[in-house]
């Protein structure tokens, strides 16, 4: 008897790891930088951002008045949100054996700056950046995209 509950213990502490390794996948990148207020929603709830807070594919940051927000994707892309920003993350998911994936987001208004990093350099089609105006497919290395606050994209 006591053999058999020692069995099921390990069977739930095996799969409570692997759930806990599922979620932890699941993190499309973290915040490495911030500076003032910034609030990262996720699945109808807000918290603040914190140096080391996860981001995952569906949260959507925002950033305060003078503030700013740096992220590094699991892909090594980094995103730099500027003050009065609403960045959504779409959608992210990235291989890192074959660096295949996709990096879907939408920038609402304020201002965002991007490195490319494995994603985009393996398969450019894959990213994929939106504006209430405008679709940017990813060429380059390096951009910045500028949202007003009425929806009308600067650059």
């Known amino acids: 008897m006591r053999l058999r509950a020692i069995q099921y213990a390990l069977i739930l502490v095996c ?10 996948a699941d ?10 207020t910034v609030q990262i929603e996720r699945a109808g709830g807000s918290s603040g951002a914190a140096i080391g807070s996860e981001v995952y594919g569906s949260d959507r940051i925002v950033t305060g008045p003078e503030s700013s927000v740096g992220i590094t994707l699991r892909d090594t892309t980094q995103l730099s949100a500027g003050a009065n ?4 993350l779409n959608k992210f998911a990235f291989n890192t054996t ?3 994936g996709v990096l879907d ?3 609402k208004r304020g201002s965002l700056a991007v490195i490319s990093g494995k994603l985009a350099k393996a398969n450019p089609d894959a990213v994929r950046f939106s504006t ?7 060429r380059g290395t390096e951009f910045i995209i500028e949202v ?4 009308e994209s600067a650059r």
């Open 98 to 100: 074959t660096h295949e």
């Open 105 to 107: 987001a939408s920038i």
């Open 132 to 138: 209430p105006t405008t679709t940017l497919g990813v």
């Open 27 to 36: 993190a499309a990148g973290v915040v490495k930088t911030l500076k003032g």
């Open 148 to 151: 007003g606050d009425k929806g």
């Open 85 to 88: 920003t609403i960045l959504d």
């Open 15 to 24: 799969g409570c790891m692997a759930v806990a390794d599922a979620l932890a």
